[in-house]
């Protein structure tokens, strides 16, 4: 089985190096491996080309070194040069993210092959239109959000006025309950937001500071992990 059909979104962080507070990327993907993250994307808009090749290798081989290559998906966000590059020289990248501006889907699952992930950004305008008429035949899951406004991407959640759109719990409730693919939800994700997350119907969250900056980022992923299994638990002994 590829990791393209056993994909596990419902812990993922998306780390760059501009988002670990002065700390190595791969330290804080070895803790949220540790701490049972199962999805991991590489996104920076500062790192040149190579310097993101590097990151992709450093991160592929702390997933090899865990035993999880086969289970923890590792993408990359946007660069479709920088996956085919790392693939050149040897490294285990399982996919790519793309947003609604960057490379089409269709494009990356041609270069990319059938057994890789493509992730994409769901629409914020017209959401609820999109995500029912959308085109998911190349796609695996969708990303969503934000759940509130954050600085780690403050374009995320602009509408095509450039106002700010968040996105309620009812909201992605009603998200995960018309999408034909996958959603996992992020954007300003805290600890306190997991159980009303979980309850949504969504299949995972992702997080980007509320681990890498925070002052134990494996205690912090090891807390949402542990939290989204509990209230996925009690979801399922409820019904």
């Known amino acids: 089985m590829s990791i393209r059909e056993k994909l596990d979104i419902s812990a993922y962080l998306v780390v ?8 190595p990327v791969v330290t804080i993907i070895n ?5 049972g993250f199962t999805c991991v994307q590489i996104r920076s ?25 086969d289970d923890v998906a590792l993408l990359v966000d946007d660069r479709l040069d920088v996956i085919l590059a790392a693939r050149k020289q040897g490294i285990k ?22 057994d890789s992930i493509v992730g994409l950004s ?14 998911v035949t ?12 954050t600085q780690t991407k403050p374009d995320c959640g602009l509408d095509r006025d450039g106002k700010m759109v968040t996105r309620s719990f009812a909201d992605i409730s009603k998200l995960a ?20 997350l979980a309850q949504t119907g969504v299949h995972g969250f992702f997080v980007v500071t509320a681990v890498s900056e ?21 979801d399922t002994t409820e019904k």
């Open 16 to 23: 760059g190096p501009e988002n670990t507070a002065g700390r």
């Open 31 to 35: 803790d949220a491996l540790e701490a």
């Open 45 to 69: 808009k500062v790192a040149s080309a190579r310097e993101m090749i590097e990151l992709t290798r450093q991160a592929s081989e702390v997933i090899a070194q865990a035993g999880k290559s």
């Open 93 to 114: 990248v399982d996919g790519i993210h793309v947003g609604q501006s960057d490379i089409p889907v269709e494009v990356c699952r041609e270069y990319l092959g059938e």
């Open 122 to 135: 769901a629409r914020t305008y017209e959401l609820f239109e999109y995500i029912q008429t959308a085109d």
């Open 138 to 149: 190349q796609v695996d899951y969708f990303g969503a959000g934000p759940l509130h406004e």
């Open 177 to 196: 309950e018309l999408s034909p693919i996958p959603v996992v939800v992020g954007g300003g994700v805290k600890l306190v937001d997991i159980l009303p």
């Open 214 to 234: 925070a002052d134990n980022p494996k205690l912090a992923a090891a807390d949402l992990v542990k939290a989204w299994k509990l209230s996925k638990h009690k």
